[in-house]
């Protein structure tokens, strides 16, 4: 990251001339807010660095270089800089200190304007911090040398959500049709951290406790608890497992270990150090996640720390890293960077490498990532910055938008052949949403991209590992920290999961064309079905990191849809979708109305497809609709609001928070509104009673840690900048009226 | 509670590294450390980036001698603390020069425990090895051996100036540097 000096200009700046079209202004006033921000007339006063959203949207009718300037007052030193961005384009911002309220000018930054879309301009307080004194901010000016060739635009309004129901619009809850599941714990809750085979039929995996166990999987019982054998103890945190030529490495809190059985007694006496060179503090979060090998090199990521972050957005140099380490020599190299908890490494198609990634401080959705040598995936904290750190990232090979598809994105891996028509894909677990996500992908341009599509759910614990047999047998560990046994019973555990081959009507695949997207299904479609471009519901957005929690989604929009063609075999459908364009997510959501040709029902009916390129020469077919084909008796969306609060519950609270009062890790919502409870107050720092009503929950969404309920931690992240205006308020009332249930 | 009876008693098996033995989580801060007991209660906590002894202490009477998790802290009487920066260095001709360190790993077999690292002075690679017994010594509070491989002649390893001014022979000797091949016992009396 290139940080830029901060420019004081002391001067009393003088209001720029509305006429002076060379700047524009971008007034305070005229944000767009989620967050909690205080204002003194014109003046927007920023105590608050979690939770605001400073921004603004603009559209030139040319590119050209143009220089953003501040206006602002801030009497006393901040400890942490300021994050600015444009259209994607990143800069930090020192502040410094101003004359008591005097208002100066300090320019952060140059940055090339695009025409078309309107761009984000996005000023973004420090993390975590709350002042006791303001930073106060008063406008961002523009200069650009053309002048006219700026304006404010206004934000797309966001898309209304149509109702929604399991796999369509609302998270699965039911086992995938063709998948069985057999609960393998028996009275051990194993927590799972690493998953490998050592020969065709020997399952070896790591726990949080720092065991290393062995299963015979030909000796699983047909109930009853599986003879599982520990062999190994004593590691630390080991989160990744990997078996080359039958020699085990693990990945451990802070090194990579060989574990050695020198003498064959079967004990392994000697834990090597194959690599340590990178560093590392006692920051609970720093850990090493997955481990893979390729040509004799173990390749895992390195996470950064929280704890240290949360204070002081410090990292320790080279954190956020996928590290490539020679077995034998310990030779280590960086390969790429920016990386945030990267809790699953796998291979992809054509011997590629995948690393998954969560939502949250510089990530504004969950990732899938092709891994590429030297990229930069944006988590950045302070100096010393990352060798690789650029202005502008590295897209994922796939977003996996939070609270829809993904929450906490685990290890990926290959469907195997014998997986029928999802052979060749990638499947994904999840530590919080739970189930399996799978991502269809293709090369466009050279460039890794897909479609993320809900697959199942419906299991007994969540997955945080996974190792397929020669058989296409899927072996999936779930993993818990703490020591909270019900949480652990929820989360934890060992399940063989095997493809049955049953027919199940579903989205399959997404291929991008010039001009829209084509989906394949993985039946023919009934007559005349698929044809009516109503049918598709097709929303699209950018993303916007931030350095607070969360980021943006940006000119989230509804899109066209001009056309749809069913293909001869009435197995695909090619959508027309005029408004394409590179580095956005586009979702699309198709009606449960939509029937197999033999009659069956669709399984799921929703994808998010990312753009990183759009193909030059590869049109989709465009066909006329027969006539009878357009026809539709009733609308194929509905949008009455209902299930708005309830489909937020399930994808932004379940995980945490419980309605029946079983315990997760955040207190249950269980006759909460309206109840008196005590909570931390976080601006006096002492308890005090509250009592749930609307305005409580509601701040509590946006604010989490300004009242923290007795017996919990302060670890819920802000969702403000998360949920839109219409889908704070509908949680909020769903929230109150479930409890008078 | 049957999750937790599991997870709370699940039965030492003979396994090296049984934690209550070989601790290999942080200590003290430090990030890369092994704790290591010797007889009922004293611990010796390595720093493994510096290939130092970071500190000796006993346990409490019935208690361990570590807490938490694995931010672990030292609980108990201090035997010997080296909170200084100084390390290992390369003595040859007179002249003395610092040494690079790399971990390399450790065992625990035949009642002792053992760390491995490489020292490196520019092209110069050699190996400094430490044994810590596991069994007690009654006539001495504390116990642990060295040697180094890889030495050429007229070369020697120094040690850290805290530790050779602690630690003496079975005959009360001061160690100040390592040569030759031999396991070198020191103690504190």
Redesign the interface.
């Known amino acids: 990251m290139k940080k830029l000096g901060a420019i004081l200009l002391l001067f009393v700046v003088a209001k720029a001339s509305a006429a002076d079209s060379h700047l524009l202004e971008l007034p305070a006033r005229g944000i767009f807010s989620r967050g909690v921000n205080e204002w003194d007339g014109e003046v927007l006063n920023i105590t608050k660095g979690r939770g605001a959203t400073i921004g603004w949207y603009i559209s030139a009718s040319k590119a050209e270089e143009v220089t953003v300037s501040i206006e602002y007052a801030c009497a006393r030193p901040l400890d942490q800089e300021y994050q600015i961005s444009f259209e994607g384009q990143d800069r930090v911002w020192e502040v410094s200190v101003t004359e008591g309220n005097d208002w100066s000018r300090a320019q952060l930054g140059v940055f090339r304007t695009r025409p078309g879309l309107p761009m984000l301009v996005l000023l973004v307080p420090p993390s975590n911090r709350k002042y006791d004194h303001a930073l106060r901010f008063r406008r961002l000016i523009i200069e650009s040398p053309t002048a006219g060739n700026l304006t404010m635009a206004q934000p797309p309004e966001t898309p209304a959500i149509p109702d929604a129901t399991s796999g369509f619009g609302a998270k699965l809850t039911a086992l995938h049709p063709a998948l069985t599941a057999r609960d393998l714990r028996g009275?051990?809750?194993w927590r799972i951290s690493g998953m490998a085979l050592r020969g065709p039929r020997e399952l070896l995996f790591t726990t949080w406790?720092?065991d290393l166990v062995s299963l015979d999987l030909d000796a699983v019982p047909k109930s009853g608890t599986p003879p599982f054998r520990?062999?190994?103890?004593?590691?630390?945190?080991p989160m990744g497992l990997a078996v080359s030529k039958g020699r085990i490495f693990v990945t451990?809190?802070?090194?990579a270990?060989?574990l050695i059985d020198a003498d064959g007694d079967g004990?392994?006496?000697?834990?090597?150090?194959v690599a340590?060179e990178w560093p590392?503090?006692?920051d609970?979060h720093?850990y090493l996640f997955g481990a893979v090998i390729h040509d004799s090199h173990l390749y895992f990521a390195n996470s950064v720390a929280m704890g240290i972050r949360n204070t002081h957005n410090r990292q320790a140099y080279l954190r956020g890293s996928v590290l490539k380490v020679h077995i034998d020599t310990?030779a280590t190299e960086v390969v790429a960077g920016g990386l945030r908890t990267p809790n699953g490494i796998g291979f992809g198609p054509n011997g590629s490498i995948l690393v998954t990634d969560n939502q949250g401080e510089w990530l504004p959705g969950n990732k899938l990532i092709h891994l590429q040598p030297e990229a930069f995936y944006q988590f950045r904290s302070r100096p010393p910055w990352h060798p690789f750190d650029r202005p502008i990232a590295t897209p994922p090979a796939v977003w996996l938008p939070q609270g829809e598809i993904a929450m906490s994105p685990t290890e990926p891996a290959l469907l195997p052949t014998s997986w029928g028509p999802y052979a060749g894909q990638v499947i994904i677990g999840d530590a919080t949403f739970g189930g399996l996500q799978r991502v269809h992908l293709e090369e466009v341009e050279g460039v890794m991209q897909g479609a993320a599509f809900p697959f199942s759910q419906g299991f007994r614990h969540l997955f945080n590992r996974i190792v397929f047999t020669a058989e296409g047998e899927l072996y999936a560990g779930g993993i818990a920290r703490g020591?909270d046994?019900e949480f652990?019973?929820k989360v934890s555990g060992l399940t063989r999961i095997q493809y049955t081959g049953k027919p199940v009507f579903e989205p399959l695949a997404a291929r991008l064309r010039s001009n829209g997207i084509e989906i394949e299904f993985t039946q023919a479609l009934a007559r005349n079905a698929g044809w009516n471009p109503a049918a598709y519901y097709v929303t699209q957005w950018a993303y916007q990191a931030t350095q607070t929690y969360g980021g943006q989604k940006v000119r989230h929009r509804r899109s066209e849809v001009r056309s749809a063609t069913v293909s001869t075999d009435r197995r695909r459908v090619f959508l027309e979708l005029p408004d394409l364009i590179a580095n956005e997510v586009i979702r699309i959501r198709i009606p449960q109305s939509l029937t197999s040709a033999n009659g069956q029902t669709l399984w799921t009916g929703e994808f998010w497809y990312t753009v990183n390129r759009v193909p030059a020469n590869r049109p989709g077919t465009v066909n006329p609709a027969p006539a009878i084909a357009l026809a539709a008796a009733e609308p194929f969306f509905h949008f009455s609001g209902k299930n708005t609060g309830n489909v937020m519950y399930q994808n932004f609270c379940a995980a945490c928070h419980s309605l029946d009062g079983s315990k997760r890790i955040g207190p249950s919502f269980r006759n909460l509104a309206g109840s008196t409870r005590t909570a931390l107050d976080s601006s006096t720092g002492t308890p005090r009673e509250i009592i749930a009503d609307a305005a409580y929950l509601r701040q509590s969404i946006i604010e989490p840690a300004a009242l923290v309920v007795d017996g919990y931690e302060n670890i819920m992240p802000p969702m403000a900048g998360l949920l839109s205006e219409a889908q704070l308020t509908a949680l909020t009332r769903f929230l109150l009226n479930t409890q008078k249930k | 509670?049957?999750?937790?009876l599991?997870?709370c008693t699940?039965a030492a098996?003979?396994?090296?590294?049984?934690?209550s033995a070989?601790?290999?989580?942080?200590l003290d801060?430090?990030?890369?450390s092994i704790s290591v007991r010797q007889g009922k209660d004293v611990w010796l906590g390595y720093d493994?980036e510096r290939a130092t002894l970071r500190k000796v202490w006993r346990a409490p009477r019935g208690k361990s001698g570590l807490t938490g998790g694995?931010?672990t802290r030292s609980v108990g009487k201090t035997l010997f603390e080296d909170k200084s920066d100084a390390g290992w260095s390369l003595a040859k001709t007179g002249q003395t020069s610092g040494l690079k360190v790399?971990?390399?790993?450790?065992?625990?077999?035949d009642g002792h425990f053992e760390l491995r690292w490489e020292l490196q002075q520019a092209s110069r690679k050699f190996r400094l090895k430490e044994r810590v017994p596991t069994t007690a010594d009654d006539q001495v509070t504390v116990w642990r051996e060295m040697k180094v491989e890889g030495l050429m002649a007229g070369e020697s390893l120094q040690l850290p100036a805290v530790v050779s001014a602690a630690w003496k022979t079975a005959g009360g000797r001061s160690v100040k540097a390592l040569a030759g091949k031999q396991w070198i016992r020191i103690i504190i009396p």
């Open positions: 009275e051990t809750r406790d720092g520990r062999i190994a103890q004593g590691l630390s945190e451990e809190k802070n090194q270990t060989e004990a392994f006496e000697t834990y090597r150090c340590h590392a503090t006692i609970y720093e310990g020591g046994a652990i019973n | 509670m049957v999750l937790l599991s997870l699940r098996d003979g396994l090296p590294f049984d934690r070989i601790n290999r989580y942080s801060g430090l990030p890369r493994l694995f931010t790399r971990y390399l790993g450790c065992t625990q077999r």
